[in-house]
């Protein structure tokens, strides 16, 4: 599965990021909103997992 991840926290987007590697998982992604819209353009995803409240998104 092609998931996305979008949080400002550089921690916990990693330690996801890390997690669903593992699980076998292709895994991508952003610390903004701004960022995410660019990526995700080149990259069609079957989930998004995504911070709520994030400055500058």
């Known amino acids: 599965m092609k998931i996305f991840l979008v949080d400002d926290d550089d ?3 990693g330690a ?12 991508r ?3 903004n ?3 995410t819209a660019q990526l995700l353009r080149d990259w069609p ?5 995504c911070d709520m ?3 500058d998104s």
């Open 16 to 27: 996801l990021q890390e997690i669903l590697q593992r699980a076998g998982h292709e895994v």
């Open 33 to 35: 909103g701004t960022q």
């Open 53 to 55: 409240l994030m400055p």
């Open 29 to 31: 992604a952003a610390s």
């Open 11 to 13: 921690d916990l987007r």
């Open 45 to 49: 995803v079957d989930l998004v997992v």
